[in-house]
């Protein structure tokens, strides 16, 4: 059965206040049905949240390892909340791969995460080379599992997984739908492996626009989209959205 869908917009390093009060109008009068997310950099979490109608939610990017203390220049999950967040993006490739994070820190997050009462949404992805060299299945489901040993799986009910395969981040060459549920499928067989009760809802990410939107939605297991470039833009955006609520 296909989920409410979720469009997650995640603005990466990009934006300012003008786009938060262009966003903000735009999507002042959608109502399509499904779930609407807009990711903004830190210092914009909470004018957004002012300015976005109630029934947008708001995310953030990355999140702090630990609950609170002297660890300059971090942000806490329990920050967040306070901003006003629902979401937070945590395992992103750009943060793995430019940054280091390591899927034990990964997980410590994601369980600040639902400390804080906030969604987690787990990136996983292979790359280029990873996929060529058939491991893509082995790649994602491992990023997974390794979450899933720190926190149980159970904890999965109250998380999103986003497929993001990095080759397909920014270069404007998705992921074709196929590919895309196949590893969808995979992804919820692997957390089904050890309860058969997670209604686990996973998005595809990865140059995703309102063009290819629907397509992708059309799979079984695509149960909404994250999307980088094309969230950067107010009315395109709501133009996916729009693509996205009626693809179901
Ligand atoms: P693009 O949509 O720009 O390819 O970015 C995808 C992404 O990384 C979203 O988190």
Request: net charge negative; proline share 4%; charged share 15%.
């Amino acid at each position: 059965m296909k989920r409410t869908p979720l469009v997650a917009g995640n603005w990466k390093m990009n934006g300012g206040q003008s786009l938060v009060a262009s966003m903000a109008t735009a999507l002042a009068e959608y109502q399509g049905v499904a779930d609407v997310v807009v990711c903004p950099p830190f210092p914009y979490l909470a004018s957004a949240r002012e300015q976005l109608p109630a029934a947008i939610g708001l995310g953030a990017q990355n999140v702090s390892d630990q609950a609170e203390g002297a660890f300059t220049g971090e942000v806490a999950a329990s920050m967040l909340a306070e901003a006003g967040c629902g979401y937070v993006i945590i395992g992103h490739s750009e943060r793995r791969a430019l940054y280091a994070e390591s899927d034990a820190q990964i997980a410590d997050k994601f369980a600040q995460v639902q400390a804080a009462g906030l969604i987690p949404v787990l990136c996983v992805g292979e790359t280029l080379a990873e996929r060529e060299a058939g491991n893509t299945d082995a790649v994602v489901c491992g990023q997974l599992q390794a979450v899933v040993d720190a926190v149980g799986v159970a904890a999965f009910a109250r998380a999103v997984v986003a497929y993001e395969p990095v080759w397909a981040i920014g270069t404007g060459e998705e992921a074709s739908p196929e590919i895309a549920q196949e590893v969808h499928a995979a992804l919820k067989r692997a957390a089904r492996k050890e309860i058969d009760t997670v209604a686990l809802r996973v998005l595809y990410g990865g140059s995703v626009n309102a063009d290819n939107a629907n397509a992708l939605m059309r799979m079984p297991d695509v149960d909404g989209v994250l999307v980088g470039g094309a969230s950067l833009e107010a009315l395109g955006f709501r133009q996916l959205c729009a693509q996205v609520a009626g693809s179901v």
